[in-house]
């Protein structure tokens, strides 16, 4: 097969089916993924009956009725294998934090980012993975890559004032036509079989993704071509690719991170928390994770960095420059939170420091970016603003999330339309959830219905 620079492009969907085709034509053998998670299923299995025969009578705690209103934060309910968010140290991807993933999981190679094969791969066995298999997981993505003609027709169809998320989460639910998971289950599928056929529509659907998102923002921003993917290369680089970056190594390398740190936050955020929710009524991830995207495209959830780059755009317009002094920063931001205002990207409901995502990003920066002012403005407000908000007193967390950072490295490298960063965002989450929505299948979890109360029936519960 031609590598993506020696394809002819054509425009409009037959240049997309004619990508497809050359997908399909791929074959490359089992990376060796399933087997390894067929044999460590079974442990688990065993691990959780024994735990549960011995200690599912105990409380976890208690539950407030602020919590009730409050949008159950601080209610321990859930099971999510994949992560962990410790308040102190940021997310554990399966025990590891970001800094040691960084060091310890596979990258490209001449890279120096890890890559998201390796994280895949970590979140559902809990294992590093060589850099053979991380390298073969690449291949059997790129052999799984290929979209089928009634969405490639139907993205192109899309006018292109709808919002990149909504083509997003239309493309993913139409792909449910090549869902093993569904077909299985009307054939009766045994439950032990749940996570082998969720396993092989999570694989299909994350090996499409980067050809459906770009071909969203190909058809949304550009001129409708797309190369067609490389499968000698790996999902970052074949993404990076077909949105039109190929060629900068360095955007290939931040995309490789962006895609690794964005992937899984344990399972209380509303995307995680959605495609595990609709996955426990049996829909198949295809469906699940449309569902997960529709939750991702929030202003509080995954349209988070969007808006601090209009913050910081704001900002700049307001102080009349892209280089302030500290003094004018401070006094910028006083000025702000006395109008009641806020500083987008700045306060965790969990976190009591600063998010290592976006610590990971800010060294991406500092290695690779140099003279760059909103990218050195942004560094400057998170040496200078924590401190305003804890002496203001308005947020008890004063720390910048993951979302204070990434909006800058993409206009950086000339991808500056912010309608589609939440796409980027729903593509690197598909890692964690759906390799989460696999092991909710191995395990067994049931439908997910907690207890919900009227305001009435609380008052009569405390005897009020």
Same mark, same amino acid.
């Given at each position: 097969?031609?590598?993506?620079?020696?394809?002819?492009?054509?425009?409009?969907?037959?240049?997309?089916?004619?990508?497809?085709?050359?997908?399909?034509?791929?074959?490359?053998?089992?990376?060796?993924?399933?087997?390894?998670?067929?044999?460590?299923?079974?442990?688990?299995?065993?691990?959780?009956?024994?735990?549960?025969?011995?200690?599912?009578?105990?409380?976890?705690?208690?539950?407030?009725?602020?919590?009730?209103?409050?949008?159950?934060?601080?209610?321990?309910?859930?099971?999510?294998?994949?992560?962990?968010?410790?308040?102190?140290?940021?997310?554990?991807?399966?025990?590891?934090?970001?800094?040691?993933?960084?060091?310890?999981?596979?990258?490209?190679?001449?890279?120096?980012?890890?890559?998201?094969?390796?994280?895949?791969?970590?979140?559902?066995?809990?294992?590093?993975?060589?850099?053979?298999?991380?390298?073969?997981?690449?291949?059997?993505?790129?052999?799984?890559?290929?979209?089928?003609?009634?969405?490639?027709?139907?993205?192109?169809?899309?006018?292109?004032?709808?919002?990149?998320?909504?083509?997003?989460?239309?493309?993913?639910?139409?792909?449910?036509?090549?869902?093993?998971?569904?077909?299985?289950?009307?054939?009766?599928?045994?439950?032990?079989?749940?996570?082998?056929?969720?396993?092989?529509?999570?694989?299909?659907?994350?090996?499409?993704?980067?050809?459906?998102?770009?071909?969203?923002?190909?058809?949304?921003?550009?001129?409708?071509?797309?190369?067609?993917?490389?499968?000698?290369?790996?999902?970052?680089?074949?993404?990076?690719?077909?949105?039109?970056?190929?060629?900068?190594?360095?955007?290939?390398?931040?995309?490789?991170?962006?895609?690794?740190?964005?992937?899984?936050?344990?399972?209380?955020?509303?995307?995680?928390?959605?495609?595990?929710?609709?996955?426990?009524?049996?829909?198949?991830?295809?469906?699940?994770?449309?569902?997960?995207?529709?939750?991702?495209?929030?202003? /509080?959830?995954?349209?988070?960095?969007?808006? &601090? #780059?209009?913050? %910081?755009?704001? $900002? @700049?317009?307001?102080?009349?420059?892209? =280089?302030?002094?500290?003094?004018?920063?401070?006094?910028?931001?006083?000025?702000?939170?006395?109008?009641?205002?806020?500083?987008?990207?700045?306060?965790?409901?969990?976190?009591?420091?600063?998010?290592?995502?976006?610590?990971?990003?800010?060294?991406?920066?500092?290695?690779?970016?140099?003279?760059?002012?909103?990218?050195?403005?942004?560094?400057?407000?998170?040496?200078?603003?924590?401190?305003?908000?804890?002496?203001?007193?308005?947020?008890?967390?004063?720390?910048?999330?993951?979302?204070?950072?990434?909006?800058?490295?993409?206009?950086?490298?000339? /991808?500056?339309?912010?309608?589609?960063?939440? &796409? #980027?965002?729903? %593509?690197?989450? $598909? @890692?964690?959830?759906?390799?989460?929505? =696999?092991?909710?299948?191995?395990?067994?979890?049931?439908?997910?219905?907690?207890?919900?109360?009227?305001?009435?029936?609380?008052?009569?519960?405390?005897?009020?």
């Amino acid at each position: 097969m031609l590598a993506a620079r020696q394809i002819t492009r054509l425009s409009g969907s037959a240049l997309v089916r004619g990508a497809t085709q050359q997908v399909r034509t791929m074959s490359a053998p089992a990376c060796g993924l399933k087997d390894r998670l067929a044999e460590l299923i079974p442990e688990a299995q065993a691990d959780i009956k024994a735990f549960r025969a011995e200690h599912g009578s105990k409380s976890l705690g208690e539950v407030t009725v602020d919590m009730a209103y409050g949008g159950m934060r601080g209610i321990k309910g859930l099971v999510t294998e994949t992560s962990v968010l410790d308040a102190d140290e940021g997310i554990r991807y399966r025990g590891k934090t970001l800094f040691e993933c960084k060091e310890q999981l596979p990258k490209a190679p001449g890279g120096t980012q890890m890559l998201p094969e390796g994280v895949f791969w970590l979140l559902l066995t809990g294992e590093v993975p060589t850099d053979e298999q991380s390298a073969a997981l690449s291949k059997e993505w790129a052999a799984r890559a290929a979209v089928p003609t009634h969405v490639t027709d139907m993205i192109a169809s899309f006018p292109n004032t709808l919002h990149p998320m909504a083509q997003f989460s239309a493309a993913v639910t139409a792909l449910h036509s090549e869902s093993i998971f569904a077909q299985k289950y009307r054939d009766g599928m045994a439950k032990e079989e749940y996570w082998d056929a969720t396993y092989e529509d999570s694989m299909n659907l994350i090996a499409k993704l980067p050809t459906v998102a770009a071909s969203i923002y190909q058809n949304v921003f550009k001129d409708g071509k797309i190369a067609a993917i490389d499968e000698s290369k790996d999902l970052s680089y074949n993404y990076s690719n077909q949105l039109g970056f190929g060629d900068n190594a360095d955007f290939v390398e931040l995309m490789r991170l962006y895609l690794a740190i964005h992937a899984d936050h344990e399972g209380g955020n509303v995307s995680a928390h959605t495609c595990h929710l609709v996955g426990s009524a049996l829909s198949d991830p295809y469906l699940s994770f449309s569902a997960c995207l529709n939750g991702l495209a929030g202003p /509080l959830h995954g349209l988070a960095n969007q808006e &601090v #780059l209009i913050f %910081v755009k704001g $900002a @700049i317009a307001e102080m009349g420059t892209e =280089t302030p002094t500290d003094q004018q920063l401070i006094d910028y931001t006083w000025n702000l939170l006395n109008s009641r205002r806020v500083v987008p990207g700045y306060g965790h409901a969990v976190l009591r420091v600063p998010d290592p995502r976006f610590v990971c990003q800010q060294q991406f920066a500092e290695e690779f970016i140099k003279d760059d002012n909103l990218v050195n403005l942004v560094h400057q407000i998170f040496r200078l603003v924590p401190d305003v908000l804890l002496e203001h007193g308005k947020a008890k967390n004063p720390w910048p999330n993951v979302d204070a950072h990434s909006g800058v490295l993409l206009q950086h490298y000339g /991808l500056t339309e912010m309608n589609y960063y939440t &796409v #980027l965002f729903g %593509v690197s989450r $598909a @890692i964690g959830v759906l390799a989460s929505l =696999t092991w909710d299948r191995a395990l067994g979890l049931p439908l997910e219905r907690p207890k919900s109360m009227s305001t009435p029936g609380l008052k009569k519960f405390l005897n009020l």
